[in-house]
T-cell receptor, first 116, second 113 residues
Framework: GAVVSQHPSWVICKSGTSVKIECRSLDFQATTMFWYRQFPKQSLMLMATSNEGSKATYEQGVEKDKFLINHASLTLSTLTVTSAHPEDSSFYIC????????????FGPGTRLTVT | QKEVEQDPGPLSVPEGAIVSLNCTYSNSAFQYFMWYRQYSRKGPELLMYTYSSGNKEDGRFTAQVDKSSKYISLFIRDSQPSDSATYLCAMSEYTGTASKLTFGTGTRLQVTL
């Protein structure tokens, strides 16, 4: 149980275009999902907390107009990187919490974004 | 000083060895503790989670929490080459929607034949 999927697993896009990444909880409902970014050989950096039916909460220094997050249902959250630039190239990982009261998070397999 | 300190390694052990991975933390408000395993280019996989001091065992894995010393450990018995990965400790102050995880930097483990 507690499986989280991401799509796509790998994407290459041209500078200036937008890319959408989907995060789904497959066997549970997730009122809260999280989006992280990870650079090579570094730990995870929380970008934003996504709550179903409400606006996402962004961490300090994360541009909310650049990284658009939508959590339209209890099983789906999306991250759209708008007007992507090469410095946005990274590994993006989502996670979800089972229900609303647990503390442990289950992670997706990640999406590798390369902006050329 | 970081809130969570973790030795980045790499830690190299022979197959069958007992592995000890550790994290220390400075925020006494942390109540909930997790260990994740991350293979290269993959998302972290939850191994263990606990909110109480003491030991919690699951198969070859034992998580140990000492809140008085602000120190947590993960022990891996009979280590296998497939255990070679980066191990991340994570902790949070709360449960529920307010809860965010604070991660250690991760320890890279290599189990050799």
């Amino acid at each position: 149980g507690a499986v989280v999927s991401q799509h796509p697993s790998w994407v290459i896009c041209k500078s200036g275009t937008s890319v959408k990444i989907e995060c789904r909880s497959l066997d549970f409902q997730a009122t809260t999902m999280f989006w992280y970014r990870q650079f090579p050989k570094q730990s995870l950096m929380l970008m934003a907390t996504s709550n179903e039916g409400s606006k996402a909460t962004y961490e300090q220094g994360v541009e909310k107009d650049k990284f658009l997050i939508n959590h339209a249902s209890l099983t789906l959250s999306t991250l759209t990187v708008t007007s992507a630039h090469p410095e946005d190239s990274s590994f993006y990982i989502c996670s979800a919490r089972v229900g609303g009261l647990g503390y442990e998070q289950y992670f997706g397999p990640g999406t590798r974004l390369t902006v050329t | 000083q970081k809130e969570v300190e973790q030795d980045p390694g790499p830690l190299s052990v022979p197959e069958g060895a007992i592995v000890s991975l550790n994290c220390t933390y400075s925020n006494s408000a942390f109540q909930y503790f997790m260990w994740y395993r991350q293979y290269s280019r993959k998302g972290p996989e939850l191994l263990m989670y606990t909110y109480s001091s003491g030991n919690k065992e699951d198969g070859r894995f034992t998580a140990q929490v000492d809140k008085s010393s602000k120190y947590i450990s993960l022990f891996i018995r009979d280590s296998q080459p497939s255990d070679s990965a980066t191990y991340l400790c994570a902790m949070s102050e709360y449960t529920g929607t307010a809860s965010k995880l604070t991660f250690g930097t991760g320890t890279r483990l290599q189990v050799t034949l």
